[in-house]
Nanobody, 127 residues
Framework: QVQLVESGGGLVQAGGSLRLSCAASGRTLSSYVIGWFRQAPGERREFVASISWGGRNTHYADSLKGRFTISRDNADNTVYLQMNSLKPEDTAVYYC????????????????????WGQGTQVTVSS
């Protein structure tokens, strides 16, 4: 069992930055990849980024490369999502999720492949 708690969301102006945190707990964290997803009202849940628990392997949605950075702190069992140059279209509820190591891009970006989810944190970007 893995428990995930997100924090760090809020209201920010376009062009600003936010850092989201995902605090993870559980017995076998090293077995899991941690991913960030987001979901805007009326939209499908969208992959943002993922990181292996060892931190060597990261994967990003093509549209977000260069603005978003995923990282982890193993000492605190926390995964971060640094979001820069935010745009109004980044407005969504952001979720972190834990899942197995997956080989293919399509799998890594599929929310159905992830087993555990946090409750989400709201990010609102004003224009």
């Amino acid at each position: 069992q893995v428990q995930l708690v997100e924090s760090g969301g809020g209201l920010v102006q376009a062009g600003g930055s936010l850092r989201l945190s995902c605090a993870a707990s559980g017995r076998t964290l090293s077995s899991y990849v941690i991913g960030w997803f987001r979901q805007a009202p009326g939209e499908r849940r969208e992959f943002v980024a993922s990181i292996s628990w060892g931190g060597r392997n990261t994967h990003y949605a093509d549209s977000l490369k260069g603005r978003f950075t995923i990282s982890r702190d193993n000492a605190d069992n926390t995964v971060y999502l640094q979001m820069n140059s935010l745009k109004p279209e980044d407005t969504a509820v952001y979720y972190c999720a834990a899942g197995p190591t997956l080989a293919y891009r399509s799998q890594k970006e599929d929310p159905l492949k992830y087993d555990y989810w946090g409750q989400g944190t709201q990010v609102t970007v004003s224009s």
